[in-house]
């Protein structure tokens, strides 16, 4: 089999939601966007914009999960979009899953949904040694982020047909489980929908289940598990991130987790007056080496960004401003000790370890 090229695989960018509620055009570079915002709601609410296609592919952004997004009106959220009832969670779903077609559709072939190991080899292989950025694509794999779309257990088999690939059973709770700040086990629902996504060999994302939950289902599920945007606890002590056992269950699973560069959940203490100029990358750094030292490996953790996913170019590590950035993580591992193959996996590998696993051929 041939080795992969060195790619990023960022396990989690809210590029659907960041359109339908901001408008925000992905196929635009994120220069173009502060451009056209300027000082609008949409950057006041969601952040300096970071992400576009011309980032991705400037910065070896090979695959994204790229998400389903929508908060419960009950958790009384600032984030956008809302809903009140399981339907209107459905219609939120399906108009965002429009947005990763028309994606496709006007991108002139240089996105591509990945439903199956093919779709997957074909993006990698836009990313050979020798090939261009002008013959570079980029894979989106769908990822629901929230069960509530789901209307019932069986009703998976629908979302699994569209292509959707990755479930996370909680944002704040859900019907199918407790949530960030809203704790809970698994509810009867949850634990048959995870029978229901096992059938289907589909990854479970145990990001922003509460501790009871998480515990449970990484226990109780079948198939491939993964934190797709969750630090460790002792950077930011929230139930939003993963205690040391936490990360270790999830090892003992082969599971990846992606770190999240957000300074809220790099430093404790971080408040929105806080300087950017007081954080550092290194902090990231630190966060991935700590899930090294707990796993005693670096199988465990890669990249899951969450950019533009409520905060922006403010909010970030310093020295980072787009996720063409994402980048200059490599040579830092590399000038803390990691190999080569060490700083490949993190970087995109653990994850397209995770994704053969799961995708149908």
Not at 195 to 202: D, I, K, L, S, T
């Amino acid at each position: 089999m041939p080795t992969d090229p060195f790619v990023i695989v960022d396990a989690h960018q809210d590029i659907a939601s960041s359109t339908t509620e901001y408008g925000r055009d992905y196929t635009l570079s994120a220069y173009r966007i502060r451009q056209r915002e300027g000082d609008s709601p949409a950057m006041q609410e969601r952040g300096i914009a970071t992400t576009g296609l011309p980032e991705a592919l400037r910065g070896r952004i090979a695959v994204i999960f790229g998400t389903l997004f929508g908060a419960a009106a009950s958790s009384r959220t600032r984030f956008k979009p809302v809903y009140e009832t399981p339907k209107q969670a459905y219609k939120l779903a399906v108009d965002q899953f429009d947005v990763y077609e028309r994606l496709v559709e006007t991108s002139q072939e240089r996105i591509m949904l990945i439903r199956t190991k093919a779709n997957l080899e074909t993006i990698l292989a836009t990313w050979a040694e020798g090939k261009g950025i002008e013959d570079h694509r980029l894979g989106i794999v769908v990822a629901m982020e929230g069960a509530d779309p789901i209307l019932e257990p069986k009703a998976f088999e629908e979302w699994y047909e569209r292509g959707v690939r990755v479930v996370g059973l909680a944002w704040h709770a859900t019907r199918y489980s407790g949530g960030t700040a809203q704790p809970g086990p698994l509810t009867p629902m949850g634990r048959e929908l995870l029978e229901v996504m096992a059938a289907f060999n589909a990854i479970l994302d145990l990001s922003h289940m509460a501790e009871e939950a998480y515990l449970e289902a990484v226990d109780r599920y079948e198939g491939q598990v993964i934190a797709s945007h969750s630090n460790p606890r002792k950077f930011s002590n929230t139930d939003r991130q993963l205690s040391d056992a936490m990360i270790r269950r999830l090892s003992e699973r082969d599971g990846v987790m992606g770190i999240v560069p957000y300074n809220y959940f790099l430093y404790d203490g971080w408040t929105a007056t806080s300087k950017k100029s007081a954080s550092s990358l290194d902090r990231m750094l630190a966060a991935m080496d700590h899930v090294c030292q707990i796993t005693g490996s670096a199988r465990h953790v890669g990249i899951g960004s969450d950019l533009d996913g409520g905060f922006g170019a403010e909010m970030i590590p310093a020295e980072l401003d787009t996720a063409a950035d994402l980048l200059m993580i490599a040579p830092l591992l590399i000038a803390r000790g990691y190999t080569q193959d060490d700083v490949k996996a993190i970087m995109g590998g653990n994850f397209l370890r995770i994704l053969r696993a799961a995708l149908p051929g």
